[in-house]
């Protein structure tokens, strides 16, 4: 059975989590629908829920700065650019004005600098068994130093392959290369080679926020 979120309230509220901010996902604001079609990608097949609930997210850390809204859900969808045909979008919009900063979601090593037509300028980078993709973004990939690295001078970010990274550290800022038709980030999660549900893993990382805070004294 396909795991995903039928309906999600979020919002946006700045709280301490564990040594970094978290912009945690709340019932404040914005109201996510996904529709559900029938799915026959395996990477879409899987036990998201088992997999977003089974850590503590103690270190992690929301991706967007002055959140907006989601844009668009993980899975099927019809395409963005016009015509009828389906699509599988394998991670969640997250609109944010342009040249907002993106933050770095779990400690990990860039395993990647993107720079093509589909994710534009963007990043991979690896947390253990977790791979976090970063799309969408300003700047550009350059080779500098002889190693390749996502350039964005005018935000005042480089970030190379091989670069070791803190969550919760800027790595880019929102922007619109690639295919996009507006300002916002793709965020996509695959765990061991399988795509998962980032919403999943949002609402997993509020509630074990908010079970860490009922019990603090």
Not at 12 to 26: D, E, M, P, S
Request: hydrophobic letters at 35%; a positive charge; aromatic letters at 10%.
């Amino acid at each position: 059975m396909t795991k995903t979120l039928s309906r999600l309230q979020i919002g946006k509220k700045l709280i301490g989590f564990g040594r970094h901010c978290l912009i945690a996902v709340v019932a404040l604001g914005a109201v996510l629908s996904l529709q559900l079609y029938p799915l026959s990608s395996r990477a879409v097949e899987v036990n998201s829920t088992s997999v977003a609930t089974g850590n503590q997210w103690q270190n992690a850390s929301f991706p967007v700065e002055n959140f907006q809204g989601y844009t668009s859900p993980f899975g099927y969808r019809q395409s963005p650019t016009g015509g009828y045909s389906r699509e599988f979008h394998s991670g969640l919009d997250i609109a944010a004005p342009m040249g907002s900063y993106v933050r770095n979601w779990w400690s990990g090593t860039v395993a990647d600098v993107i720079d093509d037509g589909r994710c534009g300028t963007g990043l991979v980078i690896q947390s253990g068994d977790w791979e976090h993709i970063y799309c969408h973004m300003q700047g550009r990939a350059q080779t500098v130093q002889g190693r390749r690295a996502l350039v964005d001078r005018a935000g005042g970010i480089q970030i190379w392959e091989g670069q070791q990274i803190m969550a919760g550290t800027r790595i880019g800022r929102v922007g619109m290369t690639g295919r996009s038709t507006g300002p916002h980030l793709h965020w996509g999660l695959r765990y061991a080679d399988e795509w998962y549900d980032p919403a999943l893993v949002l609402r997993a990382m509020y509630g074990e926020q908010r079970r860490r805070i009922s019990q603090q004294p």
